[in-house]
């Protein structure tokens, strides 16, 4: 049986640095791996070279240009990790990326999406933060946010628990 088709949109926060973990263990699991990065994502974290080698196909950041790879449909999109700032555009029909216009897209085709979040305390605190989750809840997407789910850590300390990302939380749930 040939490999399912994952997307993993990458957003703007420190385990984008470790992404790579992510993919080998989804590959691991049988699953072919496509990624989509925000600008934020690959202008800070990225090693854009070492994630095409990682999963043998192109990163997209863009819309596609003449002789890029073109994308298989997907088995299951997972958005890890997702920012505060992603979460709540998307949330609101913003489509200003690449990544929020295929997120847009694919919430309305009704595609099983997983995301786990990266946010603070402080962030999760918003209201406006509160209100996009459970948007994207009742839009039928699975937000790993919570008790036993990803949950947020007090502000300046994202980079001490990136060994502890719950990655594996958002590939049981696709499962
Ligand atoms: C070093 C660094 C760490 C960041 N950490 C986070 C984070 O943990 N969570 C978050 O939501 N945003 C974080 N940000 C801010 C986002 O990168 C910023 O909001 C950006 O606009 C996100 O764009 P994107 O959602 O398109 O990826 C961080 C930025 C930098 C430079």
Same mark, same amino acid.
């Given at each position: 049986?040939?490999?399912?088709?994952?997307?993993?949109?990458?957003?703007?926060?420190? /385990? &984008?640095?470790?992404?790579?973990?992510?993919?080998?263990? !989804?590959?691991?699991e049988g699953w072919s791996v496509y990624c989509i990065a925000t600008p934020a994502a690959i202008e800070y974290f990225v090693d854009i070279q070492e994630l095409e080698n990682a999963t043998g196909h192109q990163v997209?950041?863009?819309y596609r240009k003449p002789g890029d790879e073109s994308l298989p449909r997907p088995?299951?999109?997972?958005?890890? /990790? &997702?920012?505060?700032?992603?979460?709540?555009?998307?949330? !609101?029909?913003i489509s200003d990326t690449y990544a929020l216009n295929q997120l847009a897209?694919?919430?309305g085709l009704g595609v099983k999406i997983v995301v786990l979040p990266f946010v603070n305390r402080a962030l999760a605190?918003?209201?406006?933060?509160?209100?996009?989750?459970?948007?994207l809840r009742q839009a039928g997407i699975r937000v790993l946010f919570g008790p036993g789910e990803?949950?947020?850590?007090p502000p300046r300390t994202g980079g001490e628990i990136l060994d502890i990302y719950p990655w594996s939380l958002a590939l049981d749930a696709l499962n």
């Open positions: 049986m040939s490999d399912r088709v994952l997307y993993l949109f990458i957003c703007g926060a420190g /385990p &984008a640095s470790r992404i790579v973990e992510m993919v080998t263990s !989804a590959q691991s997209r950041t863009a088995d299951g999109v997972v958005v890890a /990790p &997702a920012t505060y700032n992603t979460i709540n555009k998307w949330a !609101a029909g897209e694919l919430t605190a918003n209201r406006v933060f509160v209100r996009s989750v459970e948007e990803f949950e947020p850590h």
